[in-house]
């Protein structure tokens, strides 16, 4: 038995933007507190706070990606909670900056805001904000990277926050004074980003469960496996976004050699089916069935074992009482690829693998693709000639 593990090809593009996200918040942040500075604008220099934060943010999440491509015998899950715990800080870095921003609203004494400064870099930082989190929120779904989206989550609070001290700075234009209560609001949301990126991160670490549908989808592909009677236990725990798999898998089969072989193969599928999962481990426990379930392709009900299993017109499925012998139950059954023109043998290999036999009767063609799928499943196969 193996443990099947796949190395994380977007790591290198994550980083990538992760730098690029860390170079447009400084920008953002030095550009903003200038302005606010210049014009007097408590809201504006607020959210120069907050982009502040969301460079320490953005730091974290590239050290984060870097940390979570490397390797180490201490770490055999790998080191993929190094993106959670960029988030974490992420989430502290925001609340921080909740912080800061509602302290400075409510008790710095406040001037007149010279709107010809505010209002363009208020507008260009809108725009930047909204137009790079909607891309990076993309990007980190696509590469499943979940210290991207959290990235992503600040541009877009980054871009809320901007659009009330907009609001502010629109006010003040008309006489009104509502620069302070925009710092307020701003506040609030950038409270409330921070609060939901904390609570993601907590649950990362503490190894929450994958979600159940995923799980169940996994289950039922092991399942589906003709030597496998039954999923006896599946645990999973999320790792910075990706998913770890445990199982133990009921085989009805008594060769270790063959269980061997099946749950590799098994292990192998699964990550290569689901890309977020970047191990899954099965231990095989071995079941000796009450009865047998036989396959034979006929030539039609009551007719002569056909030559060619691809092409046999109806398939006997037979259940046997495995200490007597005898036949409990019959089932005629239509190949539904007799006709097929391409690919016909893997179809109806497939199509068998699906009724999870025991043993497949085959008459004068021992060999093709259907065969050999079923044998590889490890499936008996029997040799029999026509009556």
């Known amino acids: 038995m193996t443990n099947s593990t796949v190395q994380d090809p977007f790591l290198g593009k994550a980083r990538k933007r992760a730098a690029f996200s860390f170079i447009l918040n400084l920008l953002l942040a030095v550009t903003k507190g200038f302005a606010g500075h210049l014009s007097h604008s408590t809201a504006l220099i607020s959210d120069a706070i907050h982009s502040a934060t969301d460079v320490l ?21 790998g080191l993929y909670k190094a993106e959670t715990i960029a988030t974490l800080i992420s989430s502290l870095a925001v609340l921080l900056a909740a912080y800061e921003i509602g302290k400075k609203s409510l008790f710095n004494d406040h001037q007149i805001v010279n709107i010809s400064v505010a209002l363009p870099v208020a507008s260009l930082s809108l725009l930047l904000s909204l137009s790079f989190g909607i891309y990076q929120l993309k990007a980190g779904r696509r590469l499943n990277s979940p210290a991207l989206v959290a990235d992503a989550k600040d541009y877009l609070a980054d871009g809320l926050s901007t659009f009330v001290v907009l609001v502010g700075l629109a006010g003040s234009y008309f006489g009104y004074n509502l620069d302070r209560w925009a710092a307020a609001l701003v506040s609030v949301f950038v409270f409330r980003a921070g609060g939901v990126l904390l609570l993601a991160a907590l649950k990362d670490l503490l190894d929450a469960a994958i979600d159940r549908d995923t799980e169940r989808e996994i289950v039922r592909l092991v399942e589906r496996h003709p030597s496998v009677a039954r999923v006896k236990r599946c645990l999973s725990r999320t790792a910075g976004g990706r998913f770890i798999i445990d199982m133990d898998v009921i085989i009805r089969t008594p060769s270790y050699r063959i269980a061997d072989k099946i749950i590799s193969r098994l292990e192998e599928q699964i990550v290569n089916t689901y ?26 009900p009551g007719g002569d074992i056909s030559a060619h299993i691809a092409k046999a017109p109806w398939f006997l499925l037979e259940v046997i009482d495995k200490k007597t012998g005898q036949v409990k139950s019959k089932q005629l059954i239509a ?53």
């Not at 025991?358 to 499936?379: C, H, M, P, S």
């Open 335 to 387: 190949n539904p690829h007799v006709s097929a023109e391409h690919k016909r043998g893997y179809l109806v290999g497939k199509f068998l693998l699906e009724l999870k036999p025991d043993q497949l009767v085959v008459g004068e063609r021992k060999e093709g693709t259907a065969v050999a799928l079923l044998k590889e499943a490890g499936v008996e196969i029997i040799e029999r000639r026509k009556k």
């Open 57 to 77: 943010a953005s730091c974290a999440t590239f050290l984060g990606l870097w940390v979570a491509g490397k390797k180490h015998p201490s770490f055999p899950y």
């Open 275 to 300: 890309p977020k999962v970047i191990m899954a481990r099965i231990r095989p426990h071995f079941s000796q069935p009450e009865n047998i379930t036989r396959i034979t392709p006929v030539t039609g």
